[in-house]
């Protein structure tokens, strides 16, 4: 059974750093993988989507890894903003019935 | 990207009356839907996918005859939480997968549902 891990659970960063979110999953044979963004009391924001054929993902400051043969992925933002805190989801589609399977998320808070 | 509409978001209604939220794939068509339920600082909890043309898939626990899900068209599903109690209150989100996107989901805004 697929298990997705995201550490750390809440991060607290001086605007301007760059930072790196980790997720983790059990079973490689993924089909894709998705980062969210969800800000308090609202809906979930697709980030970035990254292929299981594919090894990174960019958009703007951010940018999305995958080592499927690891299982990890990583979202990495640079010059870290306070507009960009808010909880980041990441998740897991296992085959085309595109299902998702979800890491508990990391709460971001971007310190002015 | 994509765009998906939920409508309301936010409801407040009385103990045992019925709640219709609706979940529309403005730009594109969505042959599955998903329905979520999100508690306090937890994740996302998958409570159905929604087929349109046949019956809704309930996950395990969740009361199939308490929400009630209908996709008749293939822009258009709806989830109707009937005899509404205080412990259903909480925040529902639907998805829709893009298919010609590489099955990117795109989410909805939620629905706040607060039942007195």
């Known amino acids: 059974k697929q298990e997705v891990t995201q550490i750390p659970a809440a991060l607290s960063v001086p605007e301007g750093e760059n930072l790196v979110l980790n997720c983790s999953f059990t079973d490689s044979a993924i089909y894709n993988l998705q980062w969210f963004r969800q800000d308090p009391g609202k809906g979930l924001t697709s980030l970035l989507l990254i292929q299981s054929s594919q090894r990174e993902q960019t958009s703007g400051r951010l940018n999305a890894s995958l080592d499927k043969s690891s299982g990890r992925s990583t979202l990495y933002i640079a010059a870290s903003q306070p507009g960009d805190s808010a909880t980041y989801l990441c998740?897991?589609?296992?085959?085309?019935?595109?299902?998702?399977?979800w890491g508990a998320g990391t709460k971001l808070i971007i310190k002015p | 990207g994509a765009v998906v509409s939920q409508h309301p978001s936010r409801v407040i209604c009385k103990s045992g009356t019925s709640v219709k939220i609706e979940c529309r794939s403005l730009?594109?068509?969505?042959?599955?839907m998903f329905w979520y339920r999100q508690f306090p600082k937890q994740s996302l909890m998958l409570m159905a996918t929604?087929?349109?043309?046949?019956?809704?898939?309930?996950e395990q626990g969740v009361e199939k005859d308490k929400f009630l899900i209908n996709h008749a068209s293939l822009t258009l599903s709806t989830l109707t939480v009937t005899s509404a109690h205080p412990e259903d209150s909480s925040f529902y989100i639907c998805?829709?997968?893009?298919?010609?996107?590489?099955?990117?989901?795109?989410f909805g805004q939620g629905t706040r549902l607060t039942v007195v």
């Open positions: 998805s829709a997968p893009r298919i010609d996107l590489n099955t990117e989901a795109f």
């Open positions: 730009d594109f068509q969505a042959t599955t």
């Open positions: 998740a897991v589609n296992m085959d085309s019935n595109y299902q998702l399977i």
């Open positions: 929604s087929n349109e043309g046949s019956k809704a898939t309930y």
